[in-house]
């Protein structure tokens, strides 16, 4: 029964996918504000770093090894954010690229402490930790009728849909809260924003720091589900895979980094036979996009759209919040 | 010591420039970062390798069917993933830099493909010849690259400041509207822009390799990103702020690898970017930013 459905492959999968969503949740965040932030893989390498050096230097809880993680990430980002402010668009993409570069440089040089590029592994795994300490209870798989690998899989899986759900459930609340309008009248217009008596350096500073927060928090799961990083995992590819999740997906509403995440980390693993050209077809896929739906698949035109076919009487409901979600 | 260091510096200094050179010209006329223009140099090395290892023909070849060919992928660069973003309406400022970062992405794998993932030596005929001059050495691979750098500085100089086409592409970079209300043709200025910045591209390409003797597909990204690094230090769109900050950054390189951690060699760029925009945001040539 159960234990036939359950394939750890697949759940691995599932894992790598929600991850990624929380990744583009954070790229999402900091783009609400019209401000496009690459250094996102740099602060995920952060938090992945800072999580699995106290696990394994200090034999932290891995609990408080990702609480620490994210923190040291969004202290990072509001370090970086706060002078990096007085940058717009291509600006300050092109700087947080290049911090995201030199993160990555630190930790291939910073050999004693972060093994060079060799990278790190025996960091501690989520799925075991739960296991164990479940035994420690009492508690045995078997109950349910599974093997002890296929419960780790199964409890990472479901650790992180409920921390992704929190996430998202958390992100949708902000942006109907008085700090989602700020942002979004500060990516209409800054300086109209300022003059309403928004204060632009506060919202800003704070979306950059909760997309800093986000994809730390994101790097020091992934180190945790891995149990192995190395530099190349916090690279350039990275932060660009990150913002295709964004792009592809649709930068306007939350769904829409959801989405690509989900469609773009299934896609590779459903079609084997194309993953070798997976990249090729990044490109080909950002090229035509943007010359063709520059705001990504989902926007908000067709959410409400499906609004309306769902409910078919909605029409009045329809026109009175199109800004909303 | 002191001395090859810095001719070492400066060759690798007036590369820089060329790459740095086609970013910011496309910079100046468009207002774009072209994230594919470390690719499309990469692209013009690999010619180069076809060309004169693969091929045995001579050098001049090579860089003749570089810059053709990485002027032909500027020219599509330019057809497609730029003119179709052009003047349509609620399309965000990023949206060209995303599609030239598809663009990249689209390169490197594609010549993963093409030349695969390995390193390919680039050897000139003449590259083990070396002059002394006392305790010295050079080479003279290091004063072929240095000379042309610098004839295709003086010549882009020249052709900015003093031709009608030259005049035509800054007044179409200073002001896009007015330089076509006077009559002139921006979209030919634009697509030449995007066309000759490429070809510059690919005669850099070779001279990496030849200063290397190495051409991976990975080159194109570290290189781009240094180039990135040089406008913002020289001033985003200036011509001259790219030549000195490519030289800067040469010899800072050089002489980190000598006195410092040559580990760090390829932060550099970056933490001088990040320390520039602190200070002058508008880079170390530069008048004013354009926001």
């Given at each position: 029964m159960l234990a036939e459905l359950i394939n750890p492959y697949h759940f691995q999968v599932a894992s790598f996918i929600l991850i990624n969503i929380i990744l583009g949740i954070s790229v999402y965040i900091t783009l609400s504000t019209g401000q496009l932030s690459l250094a996102n893989a740099g602060f995920m390498g952060i938090g992945a770093y800072t999580s699995a050096l106290l696990t394994i230097h200090?034999?932290?809880p891995i609990v408080l090894g990702i609480i620490a993680g994210a923190l040291v990430a969004a202290l990072l980002g509001i370090l970086i954010g706060i002078p990096t402010l007085r940058l717009q668009g291509v600006y300050l993409a092109i700087v947080t690229l290049g911090f995201g570069e030199v993160i990555r440089v630190v930790f291939i040089n910073w050999e004693s402490l972060t093994?060079?590029?060799?990278g790190i592994s025996g960091i501690p795994h989520i799925g075991r930790e739960i296991l164990s300490t479940l035994k420690g209870f009492g508690f045995d798989p078997k109950v349910l009728g599974l093997q002890n690998n296929q419960f780790i899989f199964l409890s990472i899986f479901l650790l992180l849909f409920i921390i992704t759900i929190g996430v998202i459930w958390f992100f949708r609340r902000q942006h109907r809260s008085r700090v989602g309008r700020a942002f979004a009248a500060i990516k209409l217009d800054e300086k109209a924003a300022e003059s309403m008596g928004i204060n632009i350096t506060y919202y800003k500073v704070l979306a950059f720091a909760q997309g800093a927060l986000l994809s730390g928090f994101a790097g020091a799961l992934y180190a945790h589900v891995l149990a192995y990083i190395s530099p190349a995992d916090f690279a350039y590819h990275r932060a660009v895979e990150i913002l295709i999740f964004v792009v592809f997906g649709g930068s306007e509403v939350i769904w829409g980094p959801i989405f690509g995440a989900f469609f773009l980390t299934l896609m590779p693993e459903v079609l084997r036979f194309i993953s070798e050209y997976r990249y090729m077809i990044y490109g080909l896929i950002i090229i035509i996009l943007m010359a063709v739906?520059?705001?990504?698949?989902?926007d908000v035109n067709l959410l409400n759209w499906v609004k309306t076919k769902g409910k078919k009487r909605g029409q009045k409901h329809g026109t009175g919040n199109t800004k909303s979600m | 010591m002191l001395i090859e260091q810095l001719i070492n510096g400066i060759t690798l200094g007036s590369i820089y420039a060329i790459v740095a050179l086609g970013f910011t010209l496309v910079f100046g006329v468009?207002?774009?970062?072209?994230?594919?223009h470390g690719e499309i140099f990469m692209f013009g090395a690999f010619i180069g390798v076809l060309v004169t290892?693969?091929?045995?023909?001579p050098l001049w070849l090579g860089f003749l069917a570089a810059i053709l060919i990485t002027a032909v992928m500027g020219y599509m660069l330019e057809r497609f993933a730029l003119r179709p973003l052009?003047?349509?309406?609620?399309?965000?400022?990023l949206a060209p830099l995303i599609s030239t970062i598809g663009v990249s992405i689209l390169l490197e794998n594609l010549s993963h493909h093409l030349f695969g993932a390995g390193n390919h030596p680039f050897r000139a005929s003449f590259a083990e010849i070396n002059f002394q001059i006392g305790s010295i050495t050079i080479y003279l691979v290091q004063i072929v690259i240095f000379v042309i750098s610098v004839i295709l500085m003086m010549a882009l100089s020249f052709w900015l400041g003093k031709t009608k086409a030259g005049k035509a592409l800054r007044a179409t970079a200073e002001n896009l509207e007015t330089a076509s209300l006077l009559g002139v043709d921006t979209k030919r200025i634009i697509t030449m822009t995007v066309i000759i910045a490429s070809a510059m591209g690919g005669i850099a390409g070779i001279l990496v390799g030849m200063a290397f003797n190495s051409v991976t597909p990975q080159m194109g990204l570290s290189m781009g990103l240094k180039g990135l690094a040089i406008i913002i230090l020289g001033g985003m769109g200036n011509v001259k702020g790219a030549m000195a900050g490519g030289l800067i950054l040469g010899l800072a390189e050089t002489f980190i690898v000598v006195y410092g951690d040559s580990g760090y060699r390829d932060a550099i760029a970056f933490l001088a970017i990040i320390v520039i925009l602190l200070i002058r945001p508008q880079g170390l040539f530069g008048q004013k930013i354009s926001t």
């Open positions: 200090f034999d932290l093994k060079g590029s060799v739906r520059p705001q990504g698949l989902i | 468009l207002g774009i970062i072209n994230m594919a290892t693969s091929l045995q023909l052009r003047h349509k309406q609620g399309v965000s400022h």
